[in-house]
């Protein structure tokens, strides 16, 4: 059994910063890659970011290329998501995810499959 559980959501202004965590429970390595994926209001998910664990290998859509960055810390057996330059629609609930596997269909745009997930994190940005 695998939980993964999120924290470091909150309210803050545009242009400001956040980083969120994941904490995993579980075998969540033996999964593709972990990552994050997000629910905007009245808009469909999108997935954000992976790392994948074999190698470090980094994947992100093209709206938060060069402002979010994902680490993780195997140790801990934590993955990071620090987002800066943050715009109101980055807006969302932020889900950490065990990835199966991503395919990328053009450059920045992601098709995904999920072994586990959280509960969710709020974000909230403010213009």
């Known amino acids: 059994q695998v939980q993964l559980v999120e924290s470091g959501g909150g309210l803050v202004q545009a242009g400001g910063s956040l980083r969120l965590s994941c904490a995993a429970h579980?075998?969540?390595?033996?999964?593709?890659?972990m990552g994050w994926y997000r629910h905007p209001p009245g808009k469909a998910r999108e997935f954000v970011t992976a790392?994948?664990?074999?190698?470090?290998?980094?994947y992100y859509v093209g709206s938060v290329k060069g402002r979010f960055r994902i680490s993780r810390d195997n140790a801990n057996d934590t993955v990071y998501l620090q987002m800066n330059s943050l715009k109101p629609e980055d807006t969302a609930v932020y889900y950490c995810?065990?990835?199966?596997?991503?395919?990328?269909?053009?450059?920045?745009?992601?098709?995904?499959?999920?072994?586990?997930w959280g509960k969710g994190t709020l974000v909230t940005i403010s213009s």
């Open positions: 995810a065990a990835f199966s596997f991503l395919t990328s269909s053009d450059p920045g745009s992601y098709y995904y499959g999920m072994d586990y």
């Open positions: 790392i994948r664990w074999s190698d470090n290998d980094t």
């Open positions: 579980g075998r969540a390595f033996s999964s593709y890659a």
